[in-house]
């Protein structure tokens, strides 16, 4: 009786050593078919997948070569599977009362390619020197593409900037939005950013230091955008009523 209870359990562990290879040798059949020898990741890869290369590079740029920098320079490269267009939002914060702040914010579109990876941000530094803050400061950035987001992540850390070797920008002119082209640039990566869809642009005018660009929607409605100089955009909703009678609805700004 005992030899017959030992011969059972004997058969139920091949039994069950049985199953267990089969199981394995069919998973394994399985995983042929789904991904195939040799593939691009293009072809395996169903998702959208991007890897920022951190940490990034910080450098500054004195344009006017006067000993004090009005810019601070920030790159890294951005490893993606496959070509695509993306909208990155950078900012540059300081350490301020024992928390991060933000002293300087840009959003540029960027096309990836293999043989384009390098993304390069720039910051004006007239905040850091009204501020007076000193480094280390830091980046952190936000990539968009279509429906799809990567969060705001550090992307890298300065070295120990003090804030006396910037320039106070006010009077810069390098990148600021001077031209009519830029304006429509400007406003062009703004609606990329918030997925808004331009109309017709129907009227343009210049007022001082902001750019005025009227985009016609339908049922007689028109997107107003006010571009600063230093690129700055506010967007109004007018609707047009009367000659001469606009309402308008401030809908956000960036900058």
């Given at each position: ?5 030992k ?9 069950l ?7 394995s ?11 195939p020898t040799?593939?691009?990741?293009t072809?395996?890869?169903l ?10 590079n ?6 006017d070569?006067d000993?004090?920098?009005e810019?601070v ?16 939002t ?5 350490m ?20 384009h ?16 803050i ?9 990539l968009?593409?279509?429906?799809w987001?990567l969060?705001a ?14 320039s106070?920008t006010?009077?810069?002119?390098v990148?600021?939005i ?17 997925d ?18 009227d ?11 006010l571009v ?6 506010e967007?109004?909703?007018i ?14 700004d960036?900058?």
């Amino acid at each position: 009786m005992k030899l017959l209870r030992k011969y059972n359990g004997y058969n139920g562990v091949i039994f069950l050593l049985k199953k267990i290879l089969v199981a394995s040798a069919i998973l394994i059949v399985l995983m042929m078919f789904m991904i195939p020898t040799g593939a691009a990741p293009t072809e395996v890869v169903l998702d959208q997948q991007v890897e920022l290369e951190v940490p990034g590079n910080f450098s500054l740029l004195d344009a006017d070569h006067d000993q004090l920098a009005e810019t601070v320079k920030f790159s890294l490269a951005l490893k993606s599977y496959q070509e695509g267009q993306f909208i990155v939002t950078g900012n540059l914060e300081a350490m301020k009362n024992g928390r991060w702040v933000a002293v300087g914010t840009t959003v540029v579109p960027f096309t990836w390619s293999p043989d384009h990876q390098l993304i390069e941000l720039n910051f004006h530094a007239g905040n850091i020197r009204k501020q007076k803050i000193s480094g280390p400061y830091r980046v952190t950035v936000a990539l968009k593409s279509g429906d799809w987001e990567l969060p705001a992540q550090v992307a890298g850390f300065s070295p120990k900037y003090d804030w006396k070797i910037f320039s106070n920008t006010g009077d810069l002119k390098v990148g600021e939005i001077t031209t009519l082209s830029k304006a429509k640039r400007a406003v062009e990566t703004w609606a990329a950013y918030k997925d808004i869809r331009l109309g017709k642009l129907q009227d343009v005018d210049y007022d001082y230091d902001h750019w005025q660009l009227d985009y016609k929607e339908s049922f007689g409605r028109v997107t107003r955008f006010l571009v600063s100089s230093k690129g700055s955009v506010e967007v109004l909703k007018i609707k047009k009523t009367n000659p001469g009678e606009d309402w308008n609805k401030k809908l956000g700004d960036n900058g």
